[in-house]
């Protein structure tokens, strides 16, 4: 079945520091591929998300690029802030024909130190 | 756009009581609507998908009679946990797409608190 892998936290990073969060995928077909942000507390944001093979995602600093040749989809932040201390979960929906259910990844949390 | 209430945000109880919580698309209307349980540290547990209209799917291992949904309209689902227990302490979050196959938009969670 269709999973979502993502690296271990905590991830702590000092300010300024360029971010990585990796997340690999299994799915059959072609699916779509997010990264939600979960601030302490509150619900789950939409951050970006990309929905065919090349498609790169962008929003506020953050980039992913779906990768169909690796099964990845890794979260790239040049310059982290402390206002981006979060948890960050990556996530896939399957064909159109379903009900766009998600899969989730563990979440990771990542830690900005000023 | 695509604003998705949830109510109440916290909420503590005594054992035995029945919680409900509401979920409302503000400014679309949801054909679609999921309910989540986040425990602490973890990630979303799916627990169950409503369409309008209809009866809600439930996952396997849920309890479909003590986590009651309603989805009456396109723009209100509600969970309701029954004769909820301290076990059901958990983060309860619901989201909404517009039709199945359109992106889910979620709340802000409920946090129940039962003592």
């Known amino acids: 079945g269709n999973s979502v892998t993502q690296m271990e936290g905590p991830v702590t990073l000092s300010e300024e520091a360029f971010l990585t969060i990796n997340c690999t995928y299994t799915?059959?077909?072609?699916?779509?591929l997010f990264w939600y942000v979960q601030y302490p507390g509150e619900g789950l944001q939409l951050l970006l998300k990309?929905?065919?093979a090349d498609d790169k995602g962008s929003n506020k600093g953050f980039e992913a690029t779906y990768r169909k040749e690796t099964t990845s989809f890794h979260l790239e932040k040049g310059s982290v802030q402390v206002s981006d201390s979060a948890v960050y979960f990556c996530?896939?929906?399957?064909?159109?024909?379903?009900?766009?259910?998600?899969?989730w990844g563990a979440g990771t949390k990542l830690i900005i130190k000023p | 756009g695509a604003v998705v209430s949830q109510h109440p945000s916290w909420v503590i109880c005594k054992s035995g009581t029945s919680v409900k919580i509401e979920c409302r698309s503000l400014?679309?209307?949801?054909?679609?609507m999921f309910w989540y349980r986040q425990f602490p540290k973890q990630s979303l547990m799916l627990m169950a998908t409503?369409?309008?209209?209809?009866?809600?799917?439930?996952e396997q291992g849920v309890e479909k009679d003590k986590f009651l949904i309603n989805h009456a309209s396109l723009t209100l689902s509600t969970l309701t946990v029954t004769s909820a227990h301290p076990e059901d302490s958990s983060f309860y979050i619901c989201?909404?797409?517009?039709?199945?196959?359109?992106?889910?938009?979620f709340g802000d969670g409920t946090r129940l608190s039962i003592l």
């Open positions: 989201s909404a797409s517009m039709y199945s196959n359109q992106p889910q938009h």
């Open positions: 400014d679309f209307q949801a054909t679609t």
């Open positions: 409503s369409n309008e209209g209809s009866k809600a799917t439930y």
């Open positions: 799915a059959t077909g072609y699916p779509s």
């Open positions: 990309a929905t065919k």
């Open positions: 996530a896939l929906s399957g064909p159109a024909d379903s009900n766009y259910q998600l899969i």
